[in-house]
């Protein structure tokens, strides 16, 4: 996948304060498909939730466990217009793949409206021999509130994130040469809600 958009907005995070990992949260599907490595139910059991803001950005994690993404499983969502969100808090907010990503072989279209937020299932943990990854290809996030950015900000609302999701992830090689969508049988849909404020330190392990 040409991921250029994804790399360049992550990088940012060395860059950025972090939180601290305290929250509350679920993230489940019933039945989960990831390709060579798991199929069936689903339950992330989320315990630790962080952000980072860069500019007008904020990008999310949801995790199982403390310890660095590389070994864990957690989800993981990216806003690129936090100001956006915030105009359109309540508002189901369509997620999918950053502008100029596409697989190997599948060309890439015009969007005229592309999504702002966009969302990555990892499981390091589980799928720890290859690494796993599977990307929001449809459904919504609606966020009923969103850290404002401020890493200096001291009221409780304006460091509130809380989100419910409903979104279908898959690897998106897996869509045919040339396009078209994936088949049905490889799409997975995850459901969820996570719930923190914004505490600037640093987490017990490096974030990400």
Avoid at 68 to 75: A, N, Y
Wanted: glycine share 10%; proline share 11%.
């Amino acid at each position: 996948m040409k991921r250029a958009h994804v790399i360049v907005a992550l990088a940012t995070i060395a860059l950025a304060s972090c939180s601290v990992g305290d929250g509350e949260g679920t993230i489940h599907s019933d039945w989960l498909v990831a390709p060579d490595c798991f199929e069936g139910p689903f339950d992330l059991r989320p315990t630790f939730f962080g952000a980072v803001p860069f500019h007008n950005t904020l990008d999310i994690r949801v995790q199982h466990g403390p310890e660095l993404q590389e070994f864990s499983d957690g989800v993981k969502v990216l806003v690129t217009d936090r100001e956006k969100v915030r105009n359109n808090l309540g508002v189901p907010l369509r997620v999918g793949l950053p502008p100029g990503v596409t697989p190997p072989g599948v060309p890439l279209e015009a969007d005229p409206d592309p999504p702002f937020v966009h969302l990555t299932l990892y499981l390091n943990q589980s799928c720890y021999e290859q690494n796993t990854a599977l990307y929001g290809i449809g459904g919504q996030v609606t966020f009923t509130s969103i850290f404002n950015g401020d890493v200096t900000e001291t009221s409780a609302s304006e460091r509130l994130t809380e989100a419910f999701l409903d979104v279908e992830v898959a690897d998106p090689r897996e869509q045919p040469p040339g396009g078209g969508p994936i088949p049905a049988e490889r799409i997975s849909r995850i459901r969820g809600h996570f719930r923190f404020f914004f505490e600037r330190g640093q987490p017990a392990q490096p974030f990400p």
